[in-house]
């Protein structure tokens, strides 16, 4: 009996013993980690940061489905490619971008696996992602130059991703400044946080203005530490973008050229960028290194390219004839392109295609020389313009001349009509071929397009009853997905979705 | 478990107490049943407190004070008996007229289902030890009302998923909690050996399952294994072979001439009604366009014709003639016939009364029905318990299990996926390849080549989206498995005893319990370099490891004492729960062929780690009060702390209260005969369900799997809400349960209502703001229903005995009530909608087909402006954008009633069991019917219904015309098949050779038996199974087994 109690006493007080353990109650992941402890200072801000970037090239997050051809702004870029009139797919493959091509995603805006969802919702997130660090601004510590590094980015993907939010669900900015575009978010994010209703174009290109410029303030004198950052030449590479599509041509020049010089760049010699696969080349201003333990494997660019592995073999990639006509016959750009397999591509492939590396290129200078030789020949000052086309050009084939003058542009993007204008567009378009997301220069532009099957398109992708030929037209503007009137109280279905009609 | 409890008292409340001898008795209990001796009954002198129990042989002596000569015997099971005590007495004991008032094992203890105040059903060893089922979960199916069980993959070595009444949740889980020996579980069901299980019992409401709190909202299943019996050790050794076969019917398609005609019809129609070509002209260029479409002439099985001439031109009709050079069938190509399955279980238990022990150790290999699928099983147990003093007793059991699982890797909607692949290819398509005159070809070593479907000297490969793809190459080429190792102990030590002598201790009892369960994971994933989706990168091997260690440390203060009539029961009890899971894995691609190992790989594709903890801390405790065995009352009280939400809000209280009447056990009923028990009982509860899918529900995470490049990178993953808690579960149950006509006739029937409320749902923010949700306590659902239990004794004689049993269960789900903002969540073709059954399908409408060009019809309204259907407004269109806007809601899977009907038949030695179940009602929407009616690729093939279709104008049918992939189609009621099911599931056959015979050759008992698992099913639809999941849908997925075997146990 002496026995019993002892024990039950000893007992009794194992028992208060284990009760005390309340503080184990409070669990954290090993694999996520609380956002108060990342905005601290800007050295650690730079962790959430760089996962932006990563998601900026990673499928899997932005969908509910369809991840093949959701991997980020290389998928987006590949997207209004094949939209457009250059870029041809030509067989439908495993369907991925298929249906891109042949216009026939705007009604699947109730689905969280299509293009409209996928569209919105990633750069939305990236929104939310900066606009945390942008809220840090005030109470961030470490070193000025750091900072400015850290915030100026931020602003510098919000001003993308609202510009490129308003390309994809609204029509072009100029002669429709007052029509619907997207809601405008420049705080964080909290479950308080309530849906906005639509802003107008004009409206949304102000805050891009205002973000973009603040990011230029930030980040010039700052270091780009490296190339997937959105850096000053990049960001004044995106300022110029932004201007062209506004159809400020001073900007467009200014920052075009601006971007040139901050760049360091050079441009590239084709035996030498043919691949299109690493951030390393001299004329790459920004994109993504690939490592294999990051690569998106089927879930990647170059798996859609790569004509020799991967979804590209049953879904070729290939050039308009009419396009590839237009390159002279010694332009070194002929390789980019074989005649005898239906003019398949041959300017992107894995670096190593074991291993499915291959780096995304988001923006190379040659661009800025196109954007600044336009903007120019838009000023009227044709000698630049012809500087900068040349500039470019004299690397692609040495006897390159340019005679032309006038900013006459054809009706459809098949019209020629002989203007200097044309001629730098035209260059543009075979040098950025596969790169640009097309649709948003026919788009600014306002030309139609008509696709061929004289130009090597397939029937599938003909389009005859749509009305391409309209640069008005609502085929190219999204469709808002479901999810958004779900849970936005200030926007119906009813009243603030996009012609979900061609026009 | 009170056996064991009687005997425990029995040893110690009368064999330490003296003397004041006046006669020595002696004698021995022996079942009449049986003519066994009865070990450990309680032989007691009434009016006296002097007793004791019977030894291994049954015997007894004892002294009987002067002036008492009257022994009471008594024996759990058995009836008690009065008699007058004198020298050498033989007392036989017949079984209890009670014997269905089973103990059941119940939360923290055991309870007689008489009077229990809760709902709580039981499968006892016998229900399942013959039949061959590798996860003792399937055994639940049919021998519990209220539980609804999917057939599970036919994979060895899983396990089904099972509902206990309804659906409790949306977002969270909605899995019960699995509870063995007392210790909640988190191994994998499989480790567990189901001959080692004594009982399963699933404990169906709040005052059966409140004191598990936080996890007992969607039910417990308690599973108790086997203990030692003390008297002379039982050498049992069993073993079993079986086959099996696949347990549902092919999906009936088309053949090969078939299909080439279907497919030229679709070629047809798509020249004539999409690009406006005249008939004439339509079937000229569809005729033409065969081959380019079909993979040219390589593919063209019929040798004497060529794609361009193998429809005739006159009828439009394939050739009567065609000779066709092969015809293989790819799901035949991957599948074993008669896949062999052996068992062997081998244990011993025995001891004294005092101590006692099971050993047992279990073996298992089973094939699958997909070749090199298949499942081995290593197990070993020991139970010891021992009740070293009259105060103190103590028990360990450790169970150890090793198993490795083989199986294939690509399932679900993959397209690599076997049962996609091999079950709906284009049957034009061989599996082996061939050559131009259709012979099957051979490398230089005599080996049968695969069709890859890689390019043939025609320089054209297999058309359609597979290309380098077999779905046996595949199965022989790659390899994925999965090795556990799992160990489990369960210990405990109790003090205190029912002793009149510890005075004001009596009954009082300090228990301390620990159990754990660790598990590994050694899962292993190939893909070969020869072909596939991985031959580009050089193979891929992904190696992970799993380690989970559990453990559940209680201590519980336990008093019961009787004050005449009255008794009372009362469990104070503090708990600690602590699981911790650690994930390990890498990959790497460019292998060494044939060495399965990262090390010789030169490319990393992946490699990744965490830890997930999970506590909870608990207090808890229950009264039990009952009046002279007529009315019982029960309450209960648990408290959680747990780790999954925020430190503020992380404590929730749960409770419940119970009372049942034993109404037979009035005055007034005692007379009445045919009436042997009669219970009416009613509890309500709160119970709570914290599983949320994550650990970190509350809070505001960056996903740090986003480095970019060599810098560490992290991406917004969740907002936080730091309200965010349990769903709660107000849980109503009333039943009534009755014996008749001398346990010749049992039935029960109860009613149920459960509400979730705070249920767990993503609640919406507006997409733009970059997060689709956040975790919010917003839902309520309801889940009510019905249960009955019928079974009886039609014949019951000393030789002849004839059980049958009936049991049914009817549930109705709503959705009560989801966020403001979206009041509906559409996933496909189901909704889950206020107002409607979880899952509810909303979809189009067929009317028929258009007579005039074979276009699908669809019924279409219009809408008021709540959306709503304006009455009289419908009529039939072929605009599906219309029909699409005009959804119908169209029921859901949930059945009108589902149960089984069993019989059993004992004829002397000879035992016949029969278990069928079946469902009426509910819908299924089957995709894979859906998918091969209309096509999506040309590497698919047709469902026979298809041949039904529309061909020419005047043609009356609801098949519309043939397409591939016809984007302008909509999802119809076409594919909603009738649920209801028959199915039998199990019969098993045993004799136990005559006592004669073997006792002669030194055994105890010899049974040999047979049993056929998942006999026959009875469906509306070939192909499809009606119990694939909970929501109604089908998927490309291993099918289940029907399994044969015999087997052979012996005793001794």
């Not at chain 1, 398949?344 to 190379?364: C, H, P, V």
């Not at chain 1, 692609?396 to 006459?408: F, L, N």
């Not at chain 2, 150790?361 to 010891?384: H, P």
């Not at chain 2, 009510?784 to 004839?802: C, I, R």
């Amino acid at each position: 009996m002496k026995n019993l109690f002892k024990y039950s006493f000893i007992l009794m007080g194992m028992l208060v013993m284990a009760a005390c353990s309340e503080d184990k109650l409070e669990t954290q992941p090993t694999d996520s980690v609380s956002g108060t402890t990342l905005f601290s200072d800007a050295k650690a801000a730079m962790v959430p940061l760089n996962g932006l970037y990563r998601s900026m090239y990673t499928s899997g997050w932005s969908t509910t489905g369809n991840t093949h051809q959701c991997f980020g702004i290389s998928a987006y870029n590949l997207a209004a490619e094949v939209m457009g009139d250059d870029f041809i797919m030509g067989a439908q493959g495993s369907g991925w971008f298929w249906f891109d091509a042949a216009y026939n995603v705007k009604s699947r805006f109730t689905s969280g696996a299509w293009r409209s969802y996928d569209l919105w919702y990633a750069h939305y997130t990236w929104i939310a992602n900066v606009n945390y660090v942008i809220a840090a601004e005030e109470t961030m510590g470490g070193a000025t130059e750091d900072k400015n590094y850290v915030i100026g980015q931020a602003y510098a993907v919000r001003a993308y991703s609202y510009f490129m939010l308003a390309q994809w669900f609204s029509r072009t900015y100029k002669g429709h400044e007052s029509e619907p575009c997207v809601p405008l978010y420049t705080e964080p994010t909290f479950k308080t946080t309530t849906g906005q209703p639509r802003s107008t174009v004009a409206q949304v290109y102000e805050q891009i203005d205002k973000d973009i410029e603040k990011a230029l303030t930030l980040l010039k004198g700052t270091t780009l530490k490296n190339k997937s950052h959105l850096g000053y030449a990049t960001a004044l590479g995106i300022a110029s973008r932004i201007a062209l599509v506004k159809e400020d041509w001073a900007n467009a020049k200014k920052y075009a050229e601006e971007a040139i010089a901050a760049s360091g760049c050079a441009v590239g010699d084709v035996a030498a960028i043919t691949g299109m696969n690493s951030v390393e080349y001299n004329d790459v201003m920004w994109g993504a290194k690939i490592q294999s333990d990051q690569a998106g494997m089927y879930a990647s660019f170059f798996a859609h390219m790569d004509p020799v592995v991967a979804y590209a073999q049953r879904a070729p990639k290939q050039i308009s004839i009419y396009l590839y006509q237009k390159m002279g016959e010694k332009d070194a750009r002929r390789a980019w392109w074989n005649p005898a397999e239906n003019y398949l591509q041959k300017k992107f492939s894995f670096s190593n295609a074991a291993t499915w590396e291959g780096d995304y290129i988001w923006m190379r200078v040659e661009e800025m020389y196109f954007n600044a030789a336009e903007a120019a020949c838009r000023l009227g000052d044709e000698a630049t313009a012809k500087k900068h086309l040349t500039a470019v050009m004299s690397k692609r084939d040495a006897g390159y001349k340019c005679e032309k003058s006038g900013t006459a542009l054809g009706k459809l993007t098949t019209d020629d009509t002989g203007s200097l204008l044309e001629e730098i567009l035209i260059q543009k378009r075979i040098e950025l071929w596969g790169e640009m997301g097309r649709t948003f220069d026919i788009r600014r532009l306002k030309q139609g397009f008509k696709r061929d099957s004289a130009h090597g398109w397939p029937s599938g992708l003909l389009l005859p009853n749509r009305p391409t030929t309209n640069p008005e037209n609502y085929m190219w503007v999204l469709t808002i997905p479901q999810a958004e009137f779900d849970g936005n109280e200030n926007m119906s279905v009813d009243k603030d979705q996009n012609n979900t009609k061609d026009e | 478990m009170v056996k064991r409890l009687s005997l425990f008292l029995a040893a110690f409340l009368f064999t330490a107490i003296g003397a004041m001898a006046q006669m020595q008795v002696s004698g021995t209990v022996v079942s009449q049943d049986d003519g066994e001796p009865v070990v450990g009954a309680t032989v007691m002198v009434v009016g006296t407190s002097v007793g004791t129990a019977t030894n291994v042989d049954g015997k007894f002596t004892l002294t009987c004070p002067k002036g008492h000569e009257l022994l009471r015997i008594t024996y759990v099971g058995m009836e008690p008996i009065e008699v007058t005590a004198r020298p050498n007495m033989r007392i036989l004991l017949t079984s209890d007229k009670q014997a269905l008032d089973e103990v059941i094992v119940v939360a923290y203890g055991t309870a007689k289902k008489t009077s229990f105040t809760g709902s709580a059903a039981n499968v006892n060893a016998k229900d399942m030890e013959l039949r061959p089922v590798t996860s003792a979960v399937k055994a639940l199916e049919g021998n519990v009302s209220g539980v609804q069980v999917t057939s599970g993959s036919g994979q060895p070595g899983s396990s089904p998923v099972i509902r206990v009444r309804g659906f409790g949740s949306i977002n969270a889980s909605s899995a019960p909690l699995y509870v063995v020996d007392g210790i909640p579980y988190d191994g994998n069901l499989a480790s567990i050996n189901p001959a080692d299980i004594e009982s399963m019992t699933v404990l169906k409401d709040a005052s059966a399952g409140a004191l598990y709190g936080a996890r007992g909202a969607n039910g417990v299943v308690m599973i108790t294994t086997k203990q030692g019996k003390a008297g002379k050790a039982n050498v049992n050794w069993r073993s079993t072979v079986g086959w099996s076969n696949r347990a549902i019917k092919k999906y009936d398609h088309v053949n090969q001439q078939e299909f080439v005609q279907l497919y030229y019809e679709a070629l047809r129609n798509d020249y004539q009604f999409n690009q406006g070509l005249a008939l004439a002209d339509a079937e000229a260029a569809a005729r033409n366009a065969l081959g380019d479409e079909l993979g040219g002439e390589y593919y063209n099985p019929f040798k004497n014709y060529k794609w361009n001439e193998i429809i005739d031109p006159a009828t439009g009709q394939v050739r009567t003639d065609a000779q066709s050079a092969w015809d293989e069938d790819w799901m035949d190509a991957v599948l074993r016939k008669n896949a062999f399955r052996h068992e062997h279980q081998f244990s011993i238990d025995g001891g004294s009364d005092k101590t006692k022990y099971m050993l047992s150790l279990g073996y298992l290999n089973e094939n699958g029905l997909l070749e090199t699928t298949s499942f081995q099983r290593y197990t070993a147990r020991t139970n010891i318990d021992s009740h070293v003093t009259d105060w103190f007793k103590a028990n360990l059991s450790t169970a150890l299990s090793h198993s490795r699982s083989n199986f294939s890797d690509y399932d679900g909607t993959s397209t690599s996926n076997v049962w996609y692949t091999a079950q709906f290819i284009n049957p034009l398509f061989p599996v082996y390849l061939k050559d131009e005159k259709g012979q099957t070809m051979y490398d230089d070593q005599g080996n049968i080549l695969y069709d890859w479907g890689e390019a043939r000297p025609d320089g054209r490969t297999r058309p359609g989206s597979m290309s380098d793809f077999s779905s046996l190459g595949m199965l022989m080429l790659d390899d994925a498995y999965t090795k556990r190792d799992a160990a489990s102990v369960r210990t405990g030590v109790q003090f205190g005893g029912d002793a009149p002598r510890f005075g004001w201790l009596q009954g009082l009892k300090f228990a301390i319990n620990f159990g754990a369960d660790y598990s590994s994971a050694n899962y292993m994933r190939y893909m070969n370099s020869e072909h596939g989706n991985q031959k580009n990168a050089g193979g891929l091997i992904q190696k992970q490891n799993g380690r989970t260690l559990s453990y559940t440390f209680n201590q519980l203060l336990t008093w019961n004492r009787s004050f005449g009539s009255h008794n009372i029961d009362v469990l104070l009890g503090h708990e600690w729960y602590d699981y911790t899971y650690e994930y390990l894995g890498a990959g790497k691609t460019s292998l060494v062929s044939g060495i399965k190992e990262l090390r010789p790989g030169t490319t990393l594709y992946d490699a990744d780690s965490y830890t997930d903890k999970y506590r909870i801390n608990s207090w808890l405790s229950r009264i039990n009060y009952n009046f002279a065995d007529k009315y019982y009352l029960t309450a209960s009280f648990r408290q959680d702390a747990s780790s999954r939400f925020y430190v503020d809000n992380n404590t929730g209280t749960f409770w419940s209260i119970g009372a049942n009447w034993r109404v037979s056990n009035e005055k007034f009923l005692q007379n009445v005969k045919w009436l042997d028990n009669l219970s009416f009982k009613i509890s309500y509860g709160e119970q709570g369900n914290d599983n949320l899918g994550t650990y970190y529900a509350w809070q505001s995470l960056y996903n740090l799997s986003y480095a970019n490049g060599n810098a560490p990178g992290g991406f917004v993953s969740t907002l936080e809400n730091k309200e965010v808690s349990w769903e709660k579960n107000g849980n109503l149950n009333i039943g009534i349960e009755g014996t008749f006509l001398n346990s010749r006739l049992h039935a029960s029937i109860e009613y149920f209502n459960k509400k979730t409320t705070d249920m767990l749902l993503n609640y919406p923010m507006a997409l733009s703001t970059g997060f689709t949700g956040y975790s919010a306590n917003v839902g309520n659902m309801r889940n009510q229903g019905w249960e009955f239990e019928v079974s009886g004794y039609p014949v019951k004689t000393k030789d002849f005995e004839w059980n049958v049993a009936w049991m049914g269960s009817i549930l109705n789900n709503k959705v009560l009530k989801l966020t403001a903002e979206s009041p509906r969540i559409v996933s496909g073709v189901r909704v889950i909608e206020e107002g409607y059954e979880l899952n509810t399908f909303l979809m189009a409408k067929s009317a028929g087909v258009d007579p005039l060009t074979g276009q699908q019809l669809y019924w279409a309204y219009e809408k008021d402006d709540d959306g709503n259907m304006k009455p009289g407004t419908e009529y039939i269109t072929s605009d599906y954008a219309k029909a699409n806007a005009s959804k119908y809601y169209l029921g859901s899977r949930i059945p009108d009633l589902y149960g089984s009907l069993s019989t059993a038949l004992n004829y002397k030695n000879l035992s016949l069991s029969i278990l069928t179940t079946y469902s009426l009602g509910g819908k299924i929407y089957d995709s894979n019917y859906s998918a091969h009616m209309d096509l999506w690729y040309n590497s698919s093939t047709w469902n026979r219904a298809a041949l039904r279709r529309w061909q020419k104008p005047g043609d009356i049918t609801d098949v519309p015309r043939m397409a591939i992939a016809d984007g302008n189609q909509l999802v119809t009621d076409r594919y909603l098949i009738d649920a209801s099911y028959f199915a039998i599931k199990n019969i098993t056959l045993s004799y136990m050779l005559p006592q004669l015979w073997v006792k002669k050759v030194g055994l105890g008992n010899v049974r040999v038996f047979t049993s056929m698992d998942n006999v026959a099913l009875f469906t509306h639809l070939d192909g499809m199974n009606p119990q694939y999941n909970f929501g109604g849908g089908t998927d490309y997925d291993y099918v289940p087994n029907k399994t044969f075997t015999i087997g052979l146990e012996v005793k001794f």
